[in-house]
């Protein structure tokens, strides 16, 4: 085994996890006991939707890649908990966590990694490729970095509404050193447009440490200094963090209409992908640590049950229903049927699906 | 001659490559620490140390772009992309730079880059990541390109384009990384621009790239065993410079071509083999020319629908039919 990469997350990031100093942060103070059970719920059906993913990709029922948010739950629960009718997101390729924030079901998100017309894209997209616009949630993409400018456009055509809303744009640690994130970066700045760059540095590009391949002024949010934007870190172990953080981005991008860089520690429990063995650029002692002292789950219902908003009879609950749901899901995804051949030349033009008496063209569109 | 897969036969060819001439740098995502996404370059660290194998950020762009200026004053880099998918966050580096120096520069200037990666549908990863895009850059003057379907192939057109003074770009594919086959141990190159005819016949030519070919074999077989139909495939192996002369006397002796290939049908290699062979062979054909490509949709993700989105035996064989009814 290569030696094990050396942490970059800084230390006060790592501190064990205890009582969240931003339990009292106005945008955490004001949840109600309701609102604060339901975001622990939304975080464990996250945990657990994505353990019951491993069996099934294990059974052979997902194939391709299987990219897991197991560890970075805190990091989609906390900033999409704040969102309004106006706040738009999209993300990379490591989207289910973000697809069940926003509210997708289930069902629709398992059904897909399986290619099951009844899917959220009709088995079409895949894991990588979740969408759920009508949630305000633009997917879901393969490439690392092409999101950034499509956010920036959102953005953009939020102000061009002229609607009070901002987009947060989700993408990794590797993913700050495209040049797609650079010119977005730019253009954010530069016209003033409400969005949110969340990196979610989880300290790898696949098997790349982050040192091994970023070079930065001491964090990678810094870097909006040199497109003059603001920034912030944030340890995304803590939920009330990523809220109380995230607020002041989103304030900014409502009221000033201005854009933010934002770097949420995290860290993933498992490979990169399923295909990733795991086994050549960090230690198994790394892994544990996190898990044990750092769990943004476990820590989130710790500080709960010393709030005594949650019961450890109530967490079990909680946990043993979203396996249920999570069980019922993969039930579902067995049983539902596949897209047919027809459908493979449905939904590449509007034109195409629409075509009527008002079509003027002529043209043939589709080959065979 | 020993047996080895076709990855193992990309990565002798790199080897070998890597110990005849230290001006040879691998460079590319995950190709040294980690090995390498899909394996190819596996041992290679170890084998030559960080100077020559290269570890970069995901920053296609910048890493292609640097090798693109580095072969200007001599290096000969060999970049993995991890698939070639991600050569579109390049494209202008690709295009606009490797492939137009040496005609801006009025031949002053040559651009001795390979660029290598898998381009392949059929392993269930959507869209975003199953693009074969040999057509696309072979439409442009400059550039080369090479689609080896065996592991023969493999070895010998690596230490071509390694060897070549232009700009060559090696489409592998992951579903063939594990497929064996027959390679000298001494020294060889496939050269670039020669069509291997991977099977004698004589009622129907089949042309294919890639693992079209393997795809193409396959059909071949079952027309002679369930049809008595003796096919002749050829495989052109490198898509430019096109072996014109194989097809054309390919086609001259069966006088029926059917064009297999797992791009899209649009725009596709074939469309340009189709006008080939009838501008060329036009009295040899005894029926118009067929094609079998994938549905002309964007990748889909279901891994059923994906199967016979692309070319597969039942539907070569059913248009080879065609062709010979
Ligand atoms: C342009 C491009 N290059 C390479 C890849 C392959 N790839 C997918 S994810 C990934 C690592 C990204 O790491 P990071 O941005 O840190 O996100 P994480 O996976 O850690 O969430 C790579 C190299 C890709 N999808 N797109
Ligand atoms: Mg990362």
Sequence with gaps: MAKPAVLTHPESLKRPAGPSEYAKDPVNASLSKAEKIALYTKMARIRHFEQRCIRIYQ??????????????????????????????????????????????????????????????????????HYFAPDKNYWGGHGIVGGQAPLGTGLAYAVKYLGLKGSCLAYMGDGAVNQ??????????????LPVIFVVENNG??????????????????????????????INGHDVYEVRAKTAIALKRAHEESKPTVLEIFTY????????????????????????????????????????????????????????????????????????????????????????????????????? | ??????????????????????????????????????????????EFGPKRIVDTPISEAGFIGLGIGASMLGIRPVMELMFWSFSYVAFDQIVNNAGNIRYMSG?????????????????????????????????????????????????GLMKAAIRDNDPVYVMENTILYNDKGEVPDEDYIVPLGVADVKR?????????????????????????KEHGVSVEVVDLRSIRPLDEETILASVRKTHRALLVEENKPFCGVDAQVAYLIQSKAFDELDAPIHRVSSIDAPQIYCKRMEDLQMPNVERVVAEALKVLA
Excluded at chain 1, 83 to 112: F, Q, S, W
Excluded at chain 1, 307 to 326: C, D, G, R, W, Y
Excluded at chain 2, 132 to 155: Q, R
């Design chain 1, 59 to 128: 059974q052979g029922k997902i194939g391709g890649f299987l990219h897991l948010y197991v560890g970075q739950e805190a990091v989609a629960a906390g900033t999409i908990s704040l969102l309004g009718k106006h706040d738009h997101i999209i993300t990379g390729y490591r989207d289910h966590g973000h697809g069940l924030m926003v509210g997708m079901g289930m069902n629709e998100c398992m059904a897909e990694l399986t290619g099951r017309v009844t899917g959220c894209s009709q088995g079409k997209g895949g894991s990588m």
């Design chain 1, 179 to 192: 040049g797609a994130v650079h010119e977005a970066y730019n253009l954010a700045s530069l016209w003033d």
């Design chain 1, 204 to 233: 790898y590009s696949m098997g790349t440490s982050q040192e091994r391949s970023t070079a930065h002024p001491g964090c990678l949010a810094k870097r909006a200094e040199g497109y003059n934007m603001a920034w912030d870190v």
């Design chain 1, 268 to 368: 993933r429990y498992f490979g990169h992908s399923m295909a990733d063995p795991d086994k050549t650029y960090r230690d198994k002692e790394e892994i544990k640590e996190y898990r044990e002292k750092k769990d943004p789950v476990l820590a989130f219902e710790q500080e709960l049950l010393r709030e005594k908003v949650l019961t450890p009879e109530l967490s079990l609950q909680i946990n043993e229903a979203a396996m249920a749901e999570a069980d019922k899901a993969a039930v579902f995804a067995d049983e539902s049927p596949d897209p047919t051949v027809a459908d493979i030349t449905k939904h590449i033009y509007w034109e195409e699906d629409n075509r009527g008496p008002k079509t003027t063209s002529r043209g043939t569109i589709i080959f065979e």
């Design chain 2, 1 to 46: 001659m020993a047996v080895i897969s076709y990855r193992e036969a990309l990565r002798a060819a790199m080897r070998e490559e890597l110990k005849r001439d230290d001006k040879v740098v691998i460079m590319g995502e995950e190709v040294a620490q980690f090995n390498g996404a899909y394996k190819v370059t596996e041992g290679l660290l170890k």
């Design chain 2, 107 to 155: 031949g002053l200037i040559n651009c001795p880059i390979v660029i290598r990666g898998p381009a392949n549908g059929g392993t269930n990863v959507g869209a975003t990541h199953s693009h074969t895009p040999e057509a696309i850059l072979a439409s442009h003057p400059g550039i080369k390109v090479v689609c080896p379907a065996t592991p023969y192939d493999a070895k």
């Design chain 2, 200 to 224: 004698v016949g004589t009622d129907l030519t089949i042309v294919a790239h890639g693992r079209a070919v393997i795809t193409s074999l396959k059909a071949a077989e079952i027309l002679e």
